[in-house]
């Protein structure tokens, strides 16, 4: 038995090391973007572009990251005005690693500030494109914990790089993105322009915010108030230790997202440029009202000295603004870029 358990230790050994050097294939950019054509993360390719073609872009200016929060959120052709130069360069689905991809693209082409997405909790997980744009040892050294997210990486990674053995190049990767000029994007609206007048979905925002600050307020709904000290006691002990649970990094990778924001201040300082962070808000933000202790966001170790924070999110309490729960529409992305606008000067 002892024998067989070394014999198969060896063997996982040796297969590790083998997607390793698999897994070290540099990528080229044609291909990077090639894979990200006709996807929801075709804004790649636009990135690359901008990078590789247009680089004067970059220099002295404003460069947004972050998922689809940022991608609807901020429309970068209102902010450029008066020779201001703004580009938004974010790519859906969370995970700061994609946006400390990106700035480590950009590092040397002299932007004068990078804006990153503030998040409202911790960030979990990895961004679905990181097997595509890191080899191992760069996402190690940029803050990635070898842990069960890092071998789920790496064997996407050996699956992409067989694909990439056999890749034959084309030259127009870019062309679908390229006409647009400005990085903004817009998701289709799924809600009724009237969603915020009824009373239940009101009431359901005000759960989801509660729900959110329950880590202010003992981990219990002022609904519970009224339930026997035991119940409360008992849920209350439960959801704290999944809120303890959510910062382990083994189960959700989350002190991986925080290294690579720290990296990315890291980078920022050295290469002399602006590093700073964004809350965009969530349609529960609108109404601050509440009788319980609220912030829109967790204040975390990793936060930028300067983050861009609206307080009050009222001129956005309409239908019209919003495409779902948590993305601004064309109109509201227009009209929270104004008011950001005023912050920014």
Known sequence: ?????????????????????????????????????????????????????????????????????????????????????????????????????????????????????????????????????????????????VNLYFVKYLFKRVKLTLEYLFYTPTKTVYKEEIKFFYGVRYAKNELSKDYLKKSENINKLNRIDEGFNLYQNGFNYISENLESLIIRKAKSLLREIKFRFSNNSWLTNSSSQEAFVYKAKEISRLNKFKFSQLYIPVMSDLNINKKYKRSNFMPLESDASNIYEIKDYSFLNSGVYWVDLHHLSKEGSILFTKALAKKMK
Request: net charge positive; aromatic share 14%.
């Open 1 to 145: 038995m002892k024998s067989f358990l070394i014999k198969l230790l060896i063997f996982n050994a040796l297969v590790f090391f083998l997607a390793i050097v698999l897994g070290e294939v540099k990528y080229s950019d044609e291909f990077i973007a090639s894979k990200t054509k006709g996807t929801a993360y075709e804004k790649v390719g636009w990135n690359l572009d901008i990078i590789n073609n247009y680089p004067e872009r970059i220099k002295n200016s404003t460069i947004f990251l972050g998922s689809s929060y940022v991608l609807n959120g901020v429309n970068d052709s209102v902010l450029s005005f008066n020779d201001k130069k703004v580009i938004n360069m974010a790519v859906k689905h969370n995970g700061n690693d994609l946006g400390l991809y990106f700035l480590n693209r950009i590092k040397k082409l002299q932007p004068k500030e990078v804006i990153s997405l503030k998040h409202k909790f911790y960030t979990v997980g990895f961004h679905k494109l990181s097997p595509l744009l890191y080899r191992p040892s760069e996402y190690i050294a940029n803050g990635q914990t």
